[in-house]
C-alpha cells in the first residue's frame, strides 16, 4: 500500500569510512540509507522485536565486505528480512540475480496467466485475444517447462520458502508466480517456448510470441511503470438474474473514473462481484473512495497507525454519477474475490469492508501484506519500499501476516479450470441469488 513518495534527504548515517571496491558503489552509504530509514520511520520502536542495532553491527561488515552490487542488495535483503514483515524490499536500478526472478512491470507476456496448486504449475486464465489464446493454450493446463527448463525443477527450489512460518503456503505461491513471470514474460516480440500437459495429460509444445501489456501506463516517484486495466462485464446468475463484474489490477487513480462507470452500469443488477486476484495494492486513499459506492454513510473502514499517530481510512460515499447525476449508493449485495496474490490495499480494503459486513469475501485467503509504505531513492539509485504503518480494519482485526480470510473459501482444482469455470465468480453469482431481505 503506498501513502506517499519522495527522497529521504540528509538522514545517510556515516559510522566510520570502510573502501569500497570500485564495483559497489557507494554500498556503505546505501546500507546506512536503509538502515538509517527503518530506524527513522518504522511504525514499531521495538522493530517487531528485532535489535536494529545489533542487526548493524552484524550486517555493515558483510555490505563492507560485498564484491558487487548484487551482494550488496542481498545483504540488505537479508537484514531487512529479520523484520519478518512485509513491505521492506529493493527495487534494483541495475539488474541483478534477485531480479531477474521477476519480471518487471511492463514486460511483454505471452499473454496467459498461472498460480501454484499443490506442487503444479497451473494456467488459471487466459486473455481472449492474446498469443496464448491464438495457440490454443487453456485453463487447467500444466505448465511443465519453460526455455526447456523444467517448472518442476524452478518449484522445489522454493521448498526452503515453503516451510517458513505458518502462511499456508503463500510465500510459496507468491515466489513461485514471481519467478514462473520473470521466465515466461520478454522483449516485446520475443518468443516464449513453452511445453504444458493438457488435459489429457498429452505433452504440448508453443512457441508464443510475447506481446506488450496493455492498460493505461502509469508511473509513481521512482516505482516500475504500472500498466491499469478495469474488466466491466455483466453476468448471470444460476437463477438468471443479472449481476455486475469489475475487477482491476492495481490501486491507481485512473481506476477511478471506469470502475465508477460501471457501478452507475450496474445500478439495477441483482448484486455486484469485485475481482480483486491477483491486485498487489497500489494508493491506499483509494480505498475510502471506491468503498464508497457501497457504503452510504461516512464511517472508518480501518486505522493506519503510526509510530506517533493514527490516520483512520473514511468512507467517502459516492453519491454522483459519472455523468453529474445524483444517485443513491449501490444497495444490493456486493461480492468481492481475493487469492493468494491480493495483497496491500487490496487486503485493506477487503478487510475493511468485510469488518463492516457490507460484503462478503470468496476465493483464498490473501496475501497477508497489509502494511502502508513509503519509498525513496537510495545513494546507489536503488529504491528502497520500507512500511512506516500498520493497518487495523474497523472491527481491530490486523491483517498483516494474517490476510483477508473468506467468508466462503473456495480453492483453485485442476478439474474446474479444465471445464473453463471460474470456481469463486461461480459461488459469489450463487449466493447473490440466495439472498433474502438485502441481507447475505
Known amino acids: 500500500m503506498i501513502l506517499r513518495r519522495g527522497l529521504i534527504v540528509g538522514v545517510v548515517l556515516w559510522l566510520g569510512m570502510v573502501s569500497l571496491r570500485a564495483d559497489v558503489p557507494k554500498g556503505l552509504e546505501t546500507f546506512d540509507a536503509v538502515w538509517t530509514i527503518v530506524r527513522d520511520t518504522h511504525f514499531d520502536k521495538t522493530f517487531n522485536g528485532v535489535d536494529w542495532d545489533a542487526a548493524k553491527a552484524e550486517f555493515r ?64 486464465t487466459v486473455e481472449a485475444d492474446g498469443p496464448a489464446a491464438a495457440a490454443g493454450v487453456r485453463m487447467g ?55 504444458f500437459e493438457d488435459g489429457a495429460g498429452a505433452t504440448v509444445t508453443r512457441s508464443i510470441t510475447r506481446v506488450a501489456e ?20 455483466t453476468r448471470t446468475t444460476p437463477a438468471g438474474r443479472t449481476a455486475g463484474f469489475v475487477g482491476f489490477n492495481v490501486w491507481m487513480a485512473s481506476v477511478d473514473r471506469p470502475f465508477q462507470k460501471a457501478i452507475d452500469q450496474h445500478r439495477g443488477a441483482a448484486g455486484i462481484v469485485v475481482d480483486l486476484r491477483g491486485n498487489p495494492g497500489g ?34 460515499p459516492r453519491r454522483v454519477s459519472a455523468a453529474g447525476e445524483r444517485v443513491d449508493v449501490y444497495a444490493g449485495p456486493v461480492a468481492i474475490i481475493v487469492d493468494g496474490l491480493s495483497g496491500s490495499a487490496s487486503e485493506c480494503f477487503t478487510g475493511g469492508m468485510q469488518s463492516l459486513k457490507r460484503v462478503r469475501v470468496f476465493g483464498q485467503r490473501s496475501m497477508g501484506a497489509a502494511l502502508p509504505s513509503q519509498f525513496d531513492r537510495l545513494p546507489n539509485g536503488d ?10 480494519t474497523a472491527d481491530g482485526t490486523r491483517l498483516e501476516g494474517r490476510g483477508v480470510i473468506p467468508d466462503q473459501d473456495v480453492p483453485l482444482t485442476r478439474k474446474a479450470l479444465l471445464a473453463g469455470r471460474d470456481a469463486p465468480l461461480d459461488a459469489a453469482l450463487a449466493r447473490i441469488d440466495k439472498m433474502v431481505d438485502g441481507k447475505w
Not at 93 to 104: L, V
Not at 167 to 179: I, P
Not at 383 to 392: M, R
Open 283 to 316: 494508493l491506499a486513499a483509494m480505498m475510502m473512495g471506491i468503498a464508497g459506492h457501497f457504503v452510504p454513510d461516512a464511517i472508518p473502514l480501518g486505522v493506519m497507525k503510526t509510530r506517533d499517530n493514527e490516520l483512520k481510512f473514511t468512507v467517502n
Open 383 to 392: 529504491v528502497f519500499i520500507h512500511a512506516t504503518g500498520d493497518f487495523v
Open 214 to 233: 496493455q492498460g493505461q501506463p502509469v508511473t509513481v516517484g521512482h516505482l516500475p511503470t504500472m500498466y491499469v486495466r478495469v474488466n466491466n462485464e
Open 141 to 195: 493446463w500444466r505448465l511443465t517447462s519453460i526455455g526447456g527448463k523444467p517448472v518442476a525443477e524452478m518449484v522445489a527450489s522454493l521448498e526452503d520458502v515453503e516451510s517458513v512460518g505458518k502462511d499456508e503456503g503463500r510465500v510459496a505461491a507468491l515466489e513461485a508466480w514471481r519467478m514462473i513471470h520473470g521466465r515466461l514474460n520478454g522483449p516485446s516480440g520475443s518468443s516464449a517456448d513453452l511445453a
Open 61 to 124: 561488515p558483510k555490505a563492507a565486505a560485498a564484491t558487487t552490487t548484487a551482494d550488496l542488495r542481498t545483504v540488505v535483503r537479508s537484514m531487512l528480512a529479520r523484520l519478518g514483515q512485509s513491505h521492506f524490499s529493493i527495487l534494483p536500478a541495475t539488474e541483478d540475480s534477485a531480479a531477474a526472478r521477476t519480471a518487471p512491470a511492463g514486460a511483454a507476456s505471452p499473454g496467459f496467466d498461472v498460480r501454484l496448486v499443490g506442487r503444479d504449475v497451473l494456467v488459471t
